[in-house]
């Protein structure tokens, strides 16, 4: 582990900086101490709730691993996630993990769906209403974004999304509804990743 320098800490707007290599992720990881915030929120040039975030956090990641059970338990033991569920379907297994009320902060995946370790799935942002998920889908569709999967629900954090590729072969995943975990919250074990939805276009 390094301290930033004086330079990146202005660059990423933070008091302190910690980066390190994370060698089950294969992410160079930041940590960060006193974050700057602006006096204004960021507003969107098209007219939307907003994102929910605050205590929540920024949304989650997903990353594919060669080794599930040991990047599981870096992040358990070593960075003081706790375990929301299980997954696994087809030849995909998911194990997804919170460090904060959201339902997960960080997805973690074995080598399915052609991604090799250290692979970046998606990330998702939750909207604070699902009308701006609605016609986020419509504008997606319309200028024919690629699309990963359709409109669905998701089975164990409950989020209503879609999801579209990036250029940058990954996806995003734009949602509403997630769930929180709290000092009660049981963890289960998961067959599907949907209730309903999530089709992969034709």
């Not at 290599?21 to 709730?49: K, M, W």
């Not at 994102?51 to 070593?78: I, K, Q």
């Not at 003081?80 to 902060?105: E, I, K, Q």
């Not at 692979?119 to 504008?139: K, P, R, S, T």
Request: aromatic share 14%; hydrophobic share 35%.
């Amino acid at each position: 582990m390094t301290e930033g320098s004086a330079e990146l800490c202005a660059e990423r707007r933070v008091h302190r900086l910690y980066r390190f290599f994370e060698p089950f992720l294969s992410v160079e990881t930041e940590l960060i101490v006193g974050q700057h915030s602006d006096r204004y929120a960021f507003v969107p040039t098209r007219g939307i709730a907003g994102y929910r975030t605050g205590p929540l956090g920024l949304g989650h990641v997903v990353f594919h691993t060669h080794d599930v059970e040991g990047a599981v338990t870096f992040y358990r033991e070593v960075m003081g996630f706790g375990l929301s569920d299980y997954m696994g379907w087809a030849d995909a297994a998911a194990v997804f993990l919170h460090c904060n009320p959201r339902h997960h902060t960080l997805a973690i995946m074995n080598l399915c769906m052609g991604r090799k370790s250290g692979h970046f799935n998606h990330i998702m942002f939750e909207a604070l209403d699902y009308d701006d998920v609605g016609y986020a889908y419509d504008v997606a569709r319309d200028d024919r974004h690629p699309m990963i999967m359709d409109l669905g629900k998701h089975t164990n954090d409950h989020v209503h999304s879609f999801y579209i590729r990036t250029p940058g072969d990954y996806g995003v995943e734009y949602g509403w509804g997630g769930r929180l975990v709290g000092p009660d919250w049981q963890v289960r074990f998961y067959d599907q990743p949907m209730l309903y939805g999530h089709r992969i276009p034709r």
